[in-house]
């Protein structure tokens, strides 16, 4: 017989806090971390997001879950922009001219950073409603992580039991 999963139950928009709200909105606008610091620096956004999803992470599972998928979601744009940043830097430190290769990477990570972009801003205004929105890829795994029910929290009547002989 296989092991069937369960979860928890989602919550209803009506049963979230207007701070839970609050929170998991705030965790789509770490995009916009690296640009109040005045950095062009991609990882800024990176660091901001994993110190957010640190401190909010136990406020609830409805926060836990947006801070997650919006962490998540960073690393792909994240990677693209700094490797950008990078080759960008290369280029003009070796004096070399800027390929059509580089131009269509940059084109790639335009619009690569506009989709993100997109998608942050209507996870950001779903949160606030206490709604969820699922991202491609991310939202699944962030939805299997926060919400599985995990064996050890099922049965909770072998803590700190004595072993059975």
Same mark, same amino acid.
């Given at each position: 017989m296989m092991n069937? @999963?369960?979860?928890?139950?989602?919550?209803?928009? +009506?049963?979230?806090?207007? #701070?839970?709200?609050? +929170?998991?909105?705030?965790?789509? $606008?770490?995009?916009?971390?690296? !640009? *109040?610091? *005045? $950095?062009?620096?991609? !990882?800024?956004?990176?660091?901001?997001?994993?110190?957010?999803?640190?401190?909010?992470?136990?406020?609830?599972?409805? =926060?836990?879950?947006?801070?997650?998928?919006?962490? $998540?979601?960073?690393?792909?744009?994240? !990677?693209?922009?700094?490797?950008? @940043?990078?080759?960008?830097? /290369?280029?003009? !430190?070796?004096?070399?001219?800027?390929? +059509?290769?580089?131009?269509?990477? &940059?084109?790639?990570? =335009?619009?690569?950073? &506009?989709?993100?972009?997109?998608?942050?801003?209507?996870?950001? @205004?779903?949160? #606030?409603? *206490? /709604?969820?929105?699922?991202? &491609?890829?991310? *939202?699944? $795994?962030t939805y299997d992580? =926060?919400?599985? @029910? #995990?064996?050890?929290?099922? +049965?909770?009547?072998?803590?700190?039991?004595?072993?059975?002989?």
């Open positions: 069937e @999963v369960t979860y928890h139950q989602l919550p209803q928009p +009506d049963e979230i806090s207007e #701070r839970e709200k609050e +929170d998991a909105m705030g965790a789509y $606008l770490m995009m916009f971390a690296s !640009i *109040g610091a *005045g $950095l062009p620096l991609p !990882i800024i956004n990176m660091i901001a997001a994993i110190i957010y999803y640190y401190l909010n992470r136990s406020k609830s599972l409805f =926060v836990k879950f947006h801070a997650l998928q919006s962490l $998540l979601s960073q690393f792909p744009t994240s !990677i693209m922009n700094a490797a950008a @940043v990078i080759w960008s830097f /290369r280029i003009l !430190i070796t004096e070399m001219e800027f390929s +059509d290769l580089w131009k269509g990477y &940059l084109i790639m990570v =335009v619009v690569a950073n &506009l989709i993100y972009f997109i998608f942050s801003i209507v996870a950001a @205004v779903k949160a #606030r409603k *206490g /709604r969820f929105y699922y991202f &491609l890829f991310f *939202g699944k $795994l992580h =926060v919400y599985r @029910v #995990r064996a050890e929290a099922e +049965d909770m009547s072998t803590v700190n039991q004595p072993p059975k002989i």
